[in-house]
């Protein structure tokens, strides 16, 4: 079935530095990738996403692109802050195939910024 | 406007009781998900729901667990005569049609002893 592997953490940098989290993904389909975030005391909540191939997701100045070729979806971000420290979770959907939206997680990623 | 809310925030149970866990999810969406989030396992799909049919029960892990909805709105999710490895955080999300970004809920951490 689909599997989605993250780069395992946690992560510690300090503020202002550049952020790569990895994620890679396995599926029979064509699915659309996705990075949430959870913020400590905060529920699950949207990042960004991609749907089809060389699409580039971005907001908040987190940026990911869908990598066909390489299977990939690694998060960047220039300049991290403290205010960016949360658990990162890659996930994937495949509507076609489930006949939904049920998201495929990686572990979660965890991300302090030292100040 | 107001999310997807869930109770109880908490639940601790003894081995061997029922428990029903609650989703309100945000008015007028019609597709609602179920989610576990525990340590060993990660977080994973339980099951799906498109108005009151559940379309996709894939993740339901046992027999012991079950969900309904009901007028399109809120969702209950029953564990039966709970095991310790029933602990985890149960996560509910809903979207505006199936095809539409999933806002989560809070979470019901359920701690079986």
């Known amino acids: 079935g689909d599997s989605v592997t993250q780069m395992e953490g946690p992560v510690t940098l300090s503020e202002e530095a550049f952020l790569t989290i990895n994620c890679t993904y396995t599926a029979t389909g064509y699915p659309s990738l996705f990075w949430y975030v959870q913020y400590p005391g905060e529920g699950l909540q949207l990042l960004l996403k991609?749907?089809?191939?060389?699409d580039k997701g971005s907001n908040k100045g987190f940026e990911a692109t869908y990598r066909k070729e390489t299977t990939s979806f690694h998060l960047e971000k220039g300049s991290v802050q403290v205010s960016d420290s949360a658990v990162y979770f890659c996930a994937l959907s495949d509507r076609r195939l489930y006949g939904n939206e049920k998201l495929t997680f990686g572990t979660g990623t965890r991300l302090t910024i030292i100040p | 406007g107001a999310g997807v809310s869930q109770s109880p925030s908490n639940k601790v149970t003894e081995k061997g009781k029922d428990v029903e866990l609650r989703c309100d999810p945000i008015?007028?969406?019609?597709?609602l998900y179920w989610y576990r989030q525990s340590l060993g396992q990660g977080l994973e799909f339980l099951i799906y729901?498109?108005?009151?049919?559940?379309?996709?029960k894939s993740g339901l892990p046992s027999d012991r667990f079950s969900a309904e909805r009901t007028g399109g709105s809120v969702s209950t999710l029953t564990i039966q005569r709970t095991q310790q490895e029933d602990s985890a955080v149960y996560l509910c999300?809903?979207?505006?049609?199936?095809?539409?970004?999933?806002?989560f809920g809070p979470g019901t951490r359920l701690l079986v002893l």
């Open positions: 991609a749907t089809k191939a060389d």
């Open positions: 008015s007028g969406h019609t597709a």
């Open positions: 729901f498109q108005g009151n049919s559940a379309p996709d």
């Open positions: 999300a809903s979207s505006l049609r199936t095809e539409e970004t999933q806002y």
